[in-house]
């Protein structure tokens, strides 16, 4: 192909991209069809995800263990649909398809440093590590990517309502995954010093004279309830913004919670180990909705939403095992949610921009 051909063939190319942001190139139908299987590969892929978390509580580091293979399923279907994307230019929004692009790049690079890293290094115990985080924020643009596209193509609606909550509750997942490190490891702890243990022993030899320090991953105590109640409301809190629902984060909540209890039973049907479910995200997702239909200042969701959390996990750690929960790190928390909060006000105020969904009652 000489290089006036290249630039024909590129210059359709782009034709086809400018296309897939109007009505599509394709049918609803196709449009409907084509996000379903991206909310396909991203279950696949979470759920080969959460396995491998239990699956490294249990048994020692290989590289194509079930829970690896079942990953790479739903990596695999992630790539075709890129793939498809880029090759057709069906149902593409331009910049959408750089995000999911510069996402899956991103995630490729990733995997080759995650291999580098336990070949050079061997067992990588914790998942924060930065070539797990790495594969982790990888993913979250990917779907970013994914959720933009979708709300560009597909009109307003159930399918759009319905597949943007399950997206979001799995950008939920990826926002949190990383405290499965503290949520199993608690219990873990908990279960070796009782001597009730379902790590094998080949995973025990390998934590040598401190299975303790080994469950933990070395992550300070304090890092918890920062991560979790940051991050969490950094996710709920534009649900009902974006997705047009005044009751958007309480399902997000919901599905992830539901996601979770569905992958504990299963798990534990086949004696892997448990972890702890922070259950107390529904709460604060409860008020995150109101605040957002009654327009709560700064201040006000700041505080009921650091309330909330303090006293949910007082009150569950008399029931269960948990992650630490310091009330130190609270006046932190308080000050970063207003501080988020009053920025995001802000923005809003300075903002043209309408909402990208009317609040519907």
Known sequence: MDLRNAGM????????????????????????????????????????????????????????EPPHIVNIFGSAIAAALVVFHTMTGKVTERFGLYIIQGGFALFLVSVLLDVLNHLMFGLDV????????????????????????????????????????LFWALL???????????????????????????????????AGRNPVA????????????????????????????????RWSACAVALLYLGFRVLGWLVLDAFAFPNSF?????????????????????????????????????????????MPRFALGTAPVVFVLLWGGYALARWWAQRSTDRPLAPVTR
């Open 214 to 245: 080994f469950a933990e991953g070395g992550i300070p105590h304090w890092i918890y309830p920062i991560w979790l109640i940051t991050t969490s409301t950094l996710v709920l809190a534009p649900a009902q913004r974006v997705w047009g629902w």
């Open 9 to 64: 063939a590129l210059h359709d190319w782009r034709d086809q991209l400018a296309g897939g942001a109007e009505s599509g190139p394709g049918s609803q139908r196709l449009i409907r069809s084509v996000f379903v299987l991206w909310a396909i590969a991203f279950v696949i892929k979470h759920t080969g995800s959460s396995w491998d978390i239990a699956w490294h509580f249990r048994y020692p580091f290989g590289a194509f």
């Open 277 to 321: 479910i922070p259950v107390m995200l529904l709460g604060a997702a409860f008020l995150i909705d109101v605040a957002g239909q009654r327009r709560w200042p700064p201040l006000a969701i700041s505080l009921a939403l650091t309330v909330c959390y303090y006293a949910s996990a007082l009150l569950i750690d008399q029931y269960t095992l």
């Open 126 to 165: 914790t998942v924060w590590s930065p070539t797990h985080l790495l594969t982790f924020a990888a993913t979250t643009v990917v779907m970013l990517g994914v959720v933009y596209t979708m709300l560009k193509l597909l009109p307003p609606g159930r399918w759009r309502l319905g597949l943007g909550l």
């Open 172 to 206: 939920l997942d990826d926002a949190l995954f990383q405290l499965c490190q503290q949520e199993y490891g608690v219990i873990a702890i908990d279960a070796y010093t009782r001597g009730q243990t379902r790590a094998s022993s080949a995973l025990l030899a390998l």
